[in-house]
Every structure is written in structure tokens, then in C-alpha cells.
Nanobody
Framework: QVQLVESGGGLVQAGGSLRLSCAAS????????MGWFRQTPGKEREFVAA????????FYADSVKGRFTISRDNAKNTVNLQMNSLKPEDTAVYYC?????????????????WGQGTQVTVSS
């Protein structure tokens, strides 16, 4: 069993930056593919970024490529999402997720554990 807790959300002006962190407990995340997703009211959960178990493979959604950076520290059981050049359309609840799959997936259904989410609001 893995518990995930996100932190670092908040309100920021367009063009600003935020750093989200996901702390895992109950099990080591070094055996899990880790991902970040986001969701706005009335819409499906959307893939943002994911990183392989050793951090050697990383995928980003086209909408965040070049602005967001995902990283992991297996020794500290944490995964981070550095978000730069934020846009109002980045406003959402951001979720950290862990997958036991052997490959990186962009599909929410292939992630087994989820955090409670952290709100990111970007004002124009």
C-alpha cells in the first residue's frame, strides 16, 4: 500500500512558477512509475508528466512540454513537478499517482495509487 501526499499548490500570476512535491509513504516509490495528472471541473483527468522507475524515461503532455519538469528522488521517496511560465489554462487540481506497470503510461486507469490533489490557480 502506498500513500501519496501532494504539496506546493497555490495562487500565482501568469508567467510565474510553482514547484509541486509528492511524498510517498507506506512503500518505496523506487519500484513505481510516477505520474502527475490534473483535472478541472467537468473534465476528465488529464495526463501532465510521468517518469520511469529510475528516472531514465520521461514523458510530458504537449501542453506543458518545455515549461514543466518532472523529477524524482528515490532515496527520499519524493517526486516533484517544477512548473514554469504558468498560464491561466494550467489552473487545475494536480494529482500525483503511482503505477506498478513496467512502462510509463499516460492513462489514469493504469495508475494504482493517487494523492488527494493540490489546487493550482494561475491568474491572468
Amino acid at each position: 500500500q502506498v500513500q501519496l501526499v501532494e504539496s506546493g499548490g497555490g495562487l500565482v500570476q501568469a508567467g510565474g512558477s510553482l514547484r509541486l512535491s509528492c511524498a510517498a509513504s507506506g512503500s518505496t516509490v523506487s519500484t513505481a512509475v510516477m505520474g502527475w495528472f490534473r483535472q478541472t471541473p467537468g473534465k476528465e483527468r488529464e495526463f501532465v508528466a510521468a517518469i520511469s522507475r529510475r528516472g531514465t524515461s520521461i514523458f510530458y503532455a504537449d501542453s506543458v512540454k518545455g515549461r514543466f519538469t518532472i523529477s524524482r528522488d528515490n532515496a527520499k521517496n519524493t517526486v516533484n513537478l517544477q512548473m514554469n511560465s504558468l498560464k491561466p489554462e494550467d489552473t487545475a487540481v494536480y494529482y500525483c499517482a503511482a503505477s506498478g506497470m513496467m512502462y510509463i503510461s499516460k492513462l489514469p486507469r493504469e495508475y494504482d495509487y493517487w494523492g488527494q490533489g493540490t489546487q493550482v490557480t494561475v491568474s491572468s
